[in-house]
């Protein structure tokens, strides 16, 4: 019996794509099971847009409510106003919260009124300046205490 050259090579040929599609994919699943597993999917990030701040917030964060402490190495005898707290926001906002003659301290607002002859002109980070109206100079700077060494 003579065999044909052309039938072993179309046997060899298809015994080598089953061969290599089997090896093919044990290589793929091997590769997916022994792959690290991560998180599934990581959560959705929403930014909200920040609304005007509260004053009464304000005023609970930086203490206020509180009766103000009176004691003479920190308060000048005849000032009436004393600073606690201070939330700068930029060049021309913010907040102070001011005790006025021994009161419980409330927040202000920059161009509140404090007192019947004064307003709050500007804040910055440790000062509030009072002044008698928006375009008048500070008549009146408010300092906090200094910070107690540690």
Do not use: C
């Amino acid at each position: 019996m003579k065999i044909r050259w052309s039938s072993l090579w179309w046997l060899r040929m298809s015994t080598f794509l089953i061969a290599a599609a089997a090896a093919a994919s044990a290589a793929y699943w091997v590769l997916k099971w022994s792959a690290p597993r991560g998180p599934a999917a990581s959560p959705a990030v929403v930014f909200a847009t920040l609304g005007q701040p509260d004053p009464q917030g304000v005023a609970r964060l930086l203490g206020g409510g509180k009766l103000a402490m009176a004691s003479g190495a920190t308060r000048d005898p005849g000032s009436r106003f004393k600073l606690t707290g201070v939330v700068a926001t930029g060049q021309h906002g913010g907040y102070a919260l001011i005790s006025v003659d021994g009161k419980p301290s409330r927040p202000y607002r920059v161009g509140a009124a404090v007192d019947d002859n004064l307003l709050l002109h500007s804040v910055a980070p440790r000062s509030a300046a009072l002044a008698a109206s928006a375009n008048s100079p500070v008549s009146l700077t408010l300092e906090l205490p200094a910070l107690k060494a540690p």
